[in-house]
């Protein structure tokens, strides 16, 4: 069964930088959409930061400026850069990605949506 895998999360102190990483465990296609997500214990799953289709992007209000979404096509691998990095950014961090292939010569495409299971970031003084 395919898996998405995240990899990237660790301990840095305030002011430090980190890039999160999700691949699909095999080839499934191409990102289509991307989001990434963080949860405290006691809270509920934030969005962070989204990648729609057509390239446009959406941060949480506390990341603004600081943090950034993107994907590589090529290696069908998404990112999230993670600068200036504060305690209150410690969390685990999930990934979700819609995956699309071409399945047939008419261009019919196939979706797979996926999630990890997440990585720990750790800011700390």
């Known amino acids: 069964q395919v898996q998405l895998v995240e990899s990237g999360g660790g301990s840095v102190h305030p002011g430090g930088s980190l890039r999160l990483s999700c691949a699909a465990s095999r080839d499934i296609g191409s990102i289509h959409a991307l989001g990434w997500y963080r949860q405290v214990p006691g809270k509920e799953r934030e969005l962070v930061a989204a990648?729609?289709?057509?390239?446009?992007?959406n941060y949480a209000d506390s990341v603004k400026g600081r943090f950034t979404i993107s994907r590589d096509y090529a290696k069908k691998t998404g990112y999230l850069q993670m600068n200036s990095l504060e305690p209150e950014d410690t969390a685990v961090y999930y990934c979700n990605a819609e995956f699309r292939r071409v399945v047939n010569v008419e261009g019919a495409t196939a979706s797979k949506n996926l999630w990890g299971e997440g990585t720990p970031v750790t800011v700390f003084s």
């Open positions: 990648l729609t289709s057509d390239g446009s992007t």
